[in-house]
Structures are given as structure tokens and as C-alpha cells.
């Protein structure tokens, strides 16, 4: 049966997009072996990472509680892109950052915790591209087409064609964001709302 317009964006289909994207024909599985495979894989997971990296609202975590082990060491898996101590900029005790797969104290230089119970850390998380939304998913495959037609094809109109597709895709994923977060200039805590002046209102009456 053939596939229909709502199947949704997997890291086969976004290689073929890639490969697309430089004039190169589709495959059916991804073989590794195969270094232009390879390659194009690798300039997707760079494109996954990097944007996940930049912290969103859908893998951004307050207030993830940490437990030290019986050594007294916090573990951080390779999943954790970013992490602070939750509220760190109101409660100065702590100085975090992610040394040797652990958590470590910048202000104490230890990474022995074993006097705690437990520490509170905002955590940026890496997800599989499958698991991704839909937005981020397209922007990452553009990003990466991008690169790959920059590094593989002498022709600067179709890096620049890529370009604009990667811009465009960029502004959907910025406004899904948006509409996700909604996000406050006015600095209100996490999980809390203002809602402004709507003109519209006075004008129904």
C-alpha cells in the first residue's frame, strides 16, 4: 500500500529529503556503510543536536529533582544538553555544570553531594528525531540540507535556494514555540499567566 500525505517525518525520510535536496535518487534503508549515507546521516544528527541544544519548551524541564548516589556523586547521562540549578539566580548556594558524566560544584570544587537528599536542576534534554514535533523535525531536515548542498554541490543558487526553505521552516518553528511556551516578556514564574490589554474587547461592546 502505498504511503499517504499524514505519514509523519522519520530520519529515513529526512535522509531522502537531503539526498533530494542535492540531486541525489532516494534509498529504502539506512545503510551506514555507504559514506555519502553516512555523511548525510551525521550532518543530521549534528542539526539535531544543535537545535536542540538551544533550549525549547518541549524539552526544557524546571525543577528536576537530582538524588546523589551512595558515593555521593549526582550521575548526568549524555540525554542532559543544558542544565542550572532551578531558581540558581535567587538561591546562590550552588554552581553547577556537567564535569566527568557528574554533577560538580563550582563554588565548592566537589562533586560529592552526599549532604543533600536531593538538588532541584532545570535540564535541557536530547530527544530521537522521531520523537521530536513536527516543526522541528522540518527545520532540522533543512538545516542539514543546507550543509549538505554547501559542502557537496559547487552551487551557491541552490545553497541559497536551501537557505530560504531552512528560513521559512525556522519561522514555522519559532511560532510553534511561541504558541507552545506562552512565553512573557514581563518575567512571570514558570506555570503562571498575564493576560494584556485586548482592544477587541471594548470594540464588541
Not at 535536496?21 to 556503510?33: C, E, F, K, R, V
Not at 538561591?91 to 562533586?111: N, W
Not at 522521531?130 to 516543526?135: A, D, G, H, K
Request: proline fraction near 4%.
Amino acid at each position: 500500500m502505498a504511503s499517504t500525505t499524514i505519514d509523519i517525518d522519520t530520519e529515513l525520510s529526512a535522509v531522502n529529503t537531503i539526498l533530494g535536496a542535492i540531486g541525489q535518487s532516494p534509498i529504502t534503508q539506512l545503510n551506514y556503510d555507504n559514506p555519502e549515507i553516512s555523511f548525510i546521516f551525521n550532518l543530521l544528527k549534528d542539526a539535531n543536536i544543535d537545535t536542540q541544544a538551544e533550549g525549547w519548551h518541549f524539552n526544557t524541564e524546571k525543577h528536576v529533582a537530582f538524588t546523589p548516589d551512595s558515593n555521593g556523586h549526582i550521575a548526568i547521562s549524555n540525554d542532559v544538553l543544558q542544565l542550572d540549578v532551578s531558581d540558581g539566580w535567587a538561591v546562590r548556594q550552588y554552581d553547577v555544570v556537567r564535569r566527568d558524566g557528574r554533577l560538580y560544584d563550582k563554588i565548592k570544587h566537589s562533586d560529592d553531594f552526599s549532604s543533600i537528599t536531593s538538588i532541584d536542576l532545570d535540564v535541557v534534554k536530547l530527544y530521537t528525531f522521531e520523537n521530536l514535533p513536527i516543526p522541528f523535525r522540518r527545520y532540522i531536515t533543512y538545516r542539514a540540507s543546507t550543509k549538505a548542498a554547501t559542502q557537496l554541490v559547487a552551487n551557491p543558487n541552490l545553497v541559497k535556494l536551501l537557505q530560504g526553505q531552512e528560513s521559512l521552516a525556522r519561522a514555522a518553528l519559532m511560532e510553534y514555540e511561541c504558541n507552545q511556551g506562552n512565553h512573557s516578556m514581563f518575567g512571570f514564574p514558570e506555570n503562571t499567566v498575564y493576560q494584556t490589554y485586548q482592544p477587541w474587547r471594548n470594540l464588541r461592546r
